[in-house]
């Protein structure tokens, strides 16, 4: 079958390898769609998160259903996407039953085979079952969409309140979008310095968008970090309003240096968000397949597993010409 391997850091490779045989206690899922997620770009560039190489990467698809042991409840032919975190179901919070913040959380395409191929495999309570999508390639974005999801439910927001995305990457984005069409806040800006993602930004029905985010700081009562950059997440600090919220949805390849004092004086309140739960991609696949949600805009460009490596370098180069890619398998 086709699969996009990870050999190390920038040395991802299309090949052919046998077919993945399921257990018996796992579902044969055929990938239609998968997508390049934030996490993947950190493995391209840094080599984060991989246990052994090399590996099948990806953990964001939809597919349909193969096979699937009996009394699974799904059957050949349903739509489905999955659940692709793998948590060690030890640590505190695992026995607390809070498997976003598990101690030595991993992802499919990570500690075990991905979906950048033409099947992968699931045990079924690993399995969401989808109407049948009217747009595939969107229901490829379910996962990260409960990110989105997962990060709002934190902020408590109310429709009065003003909010600053400070990134406009597919997290950030995806965020601002909730926040917008979900929550209905008073108004949501997003700050990029690059052109490219601004158009997005726009493209997505977001009116206040700009390159500098200290316009928009000072007014903010939520601002979420989706940038991961150590210098944007000082500016934040330093130019946000008394008593506001940051939230971090980014994950950092430099560890920042930020003048804390400077939250401690505003009293301002600084939470972290991390995947989701189950709840949160049930959501999301609702709002995809069920509510309409339009999220066509995020998706730039659809490529063959052959061309995998020039995805992953137009995604981590210098100049943005896209938002997000999918694999179509």
Known sequence: MKAVRNYGIRDVRFEEIEKVVPKPE??????????ICGSDLHIYREGMFVEDLPETMGHEFVGHIVSAPDGSGFKAGDAVTGDPRIVCGKCRA??????????NLAFIGEARPGCFAEYVALEPEKLILLKEPKDLK???LIEPLA???H???????????KALIVGGGPIGLLIAAVLNEVYHLKSVAVADIDEYRQGVARAAGLAEVGPDLTAYAPEADIIVDAAGSGRALDLMIQHAKHGSRLYISAIYEKLPVVDLNAAVSKEMK?????NYDREDLEEAARLITEDGMDLSWIISSVLFPEQAAEGFER???????????????
């Open 147 to 149: 990110v989105a999801v």
């Open 26 to 35: 796992e579902a044969l899922i055929k990938v239609d769609y998968a997508g």
């Open 151 to 161: 990060a709002c439910k934190r902020m408590d927001a109310a429709e009065k309140e």
């Open 94 to 103: 695992c026995s607390d039953g809070a498997y976003p913040r598990c101690e």
């Open 270 to 274: 600084l939470i972290g968000s991390n």
């Open 315 to 329: 995604l981590a180069g210098a100049v943005k010409k896209d938002m997000k890619i999918l694999f179509r398998f």
């Open 138 to 140: 969107q229901a490829a």
